[in-house]
């Protein structure tokens, strides 16, 4: 089997730690250099938080690009640098996995039409945790025969947007199979704004940030007598290394700009 080469983007961000551990550890990976706005010319052993994991550390995409032979670019940062970064990347010939959210439609756009020009893959997916992933398709199916839905994402409270990517995600997978409806009572009004949350198509969706949260989400039916809720827990930033791993196997064989791990996991 052949060695991937992976690059990755944001070594020392929560998620690029990770990303960076599992690409160490994973047989057939190599760890062909680090994009970090910060040490640039260092060896990541060098800096400290990596134990002995040795990787040349570069400012600039192109520089490392150029000077550096990779498969795989793993972007973990933010959106701008991110959408930078996986341009870049197409354009050294190297196939983008973006971990990154907050991609505009217009983003996703171009980088579509980069993938079809170069013939590359490039898989961009705002939520890798496999088990989130199959908690929406599983949601998907519910819907069908459950058209009353709710849902309720909880998450640490630096998160910035709310709702999440991945309750909005949930909410457009369900609408995909559910009749249109507006969920509760055609007349309620609400006494306190925000009580009933943010509507989508007729789903509400509820938003709960506190500190000890990492990412969680519930979707809970109701039906004549009974209930079925769907809930996926994220406790760590780990939870996320299996999708990103599935998604780097996967980059390797497509030539087109997959969106979303659910596209990916059968
Ligand atoms: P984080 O801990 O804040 O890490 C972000 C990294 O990006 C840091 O290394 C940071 O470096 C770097 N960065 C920020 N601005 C930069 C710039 N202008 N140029 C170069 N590097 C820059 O965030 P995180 O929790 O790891 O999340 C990273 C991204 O992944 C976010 O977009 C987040 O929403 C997303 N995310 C995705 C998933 C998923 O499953 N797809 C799960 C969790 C998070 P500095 O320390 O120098 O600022």
Same mark, same amino acid.
């Given at each position: 089997?052949?060695?991937?080469?992976?690059?990755?983007?944001?070594?020392?961000?929560?998620?690029?730690?990770?990303?960076?551990?599992?690409?160490?550890?994973?047989?057939?990976?190599?760890?062909?250099?680090?994009?970090?706005?910060?040490?640039?010319?260092?060896?990541?052993?060098?800096?400290?938080?990596?134990?002995?994991?040795?990787?040349?550390?570069?400012?600039?995409?192109?520089?490392?690009?150029?000077?550096?032979?990779?498969?795989?670019?793993?972007?973990?940062?933010?959106?701008?640098?991110?959408?930078?970064?996986?341009?870049?990347?197409?354009?050294?010939?190297?196939?983008?996995?973006?971990?990154?959210?907050?991609?505009?439609?217009?983003?996703?756009?171009?980088?579509?039409?980069?993938?079809?020009?170069?013939?590359?893959?490039?898989?961009?997916?705002?939520?890798?945790?496999?088990?989130?992933?199959?908690?929406?398709?599983?949601?998907?199916?519910?819907?069908?025969?459950?058209? !009353?839905?709710?849902?309720?994402?909880?998450? $640490? /409270?630096?998160?910035?947007? =709310?709702?999440?990517?991945?309750? #909005? %995600?949930? &909410?457009?997978?369900?609408?995909?199979?559910?009749?249109?409806?507006?969920?509760?009572?055609?007349?309620?009004?609400?006494?306190?704004?925000?009580?009933?949350?943010?509507?989508?198509?007729?789903?509400?969706?509820?938003?709960?940030?506190?500190?000890?949260?990492?990412?969680?989400?519930?979707?809970?039916?109701?039906? !004549?007598?009974?209930?079925?809720?769907?809930? $996926? /827990?994220?406790?760590?930033? =780990?939870?996320?290394?299996?999708? #990103? %791993?599935? &998604?780097?196997?996967?980059?390797?064989?497509?030539?087109?700009?997959?969106?979303?791990?659910?596209?990916?996991?059968?």
């Amino acid at each position: 089997m052949k060695t991937i080469k992976i690059v990755v983007a944001g070594p020392r961000g929560r998620m690029g730690t990770e990303a960076v551990k599992l690409v160490h550890e994973t047989e057939g990976y190599e760890l062909a250099a680090v994009i970090d706005r910060k040490h640039d010319g260092q060896d990541l052993k060098d800096i400290g938080g990596f134990g002995g994991i040795s990787a040349k550390i570069y400012s600039d995409i192109d520089r490392c690009l150029s000077e550096v032979k990779a498969d795989v670019l793993i972007d973990l940062t933010t959106p701008e640098v991110g959408m930078k970064h996986t341009t870049a990347a197409l354009k050294h010939g190297v196939r983008p996995v973006v971990g990154t959210t907050g991609f505009t439609d217009e983003n996703l756009a171009e980088l579509e039409s980069l993938c079809e020009e170069k013939g590359l893959g490039c898989i961009i997916a705002p939520n890798f945790a496999v088990g989130a992933v199959l908690m929406m398709k599983f949601s998907q199916m519910a819907a069908k025969y459950f058209p !009353d839905v709710e849902i309720i994402e909880m998450h $640490h /409270d630096r998160k910035l947007d =709310a709702p999440s990517g991945t309750a #909005v %995600k949930t &909410a457009q997978m369900i609408a995909e199979v559910r009749e249109q409806k507006e969920q509760g009572h055609p007349d309620e009004h609400e006494t306190l704004k925000g009580a009933r949350g943010a509507n989508m198509q007729g789903m509400h969706i509820h938003s709960v940030r506190l500190p000890g949260l990492v990412a969680h989400q519930q979707v809970m039916f109701g039906a !004549d007598g009974q209930t079925l809720t769907l809930r $996926h /827990d994220s406790y760590n930033r =780990a939870s996320f290394m299996s999708g #990103v %791993k599935l &998604a780097v196997d996967e980059v390797m064989k497509i030539n087109v700009l997959v969106y979303g791990l659910e596209n990916i996991i059968e």
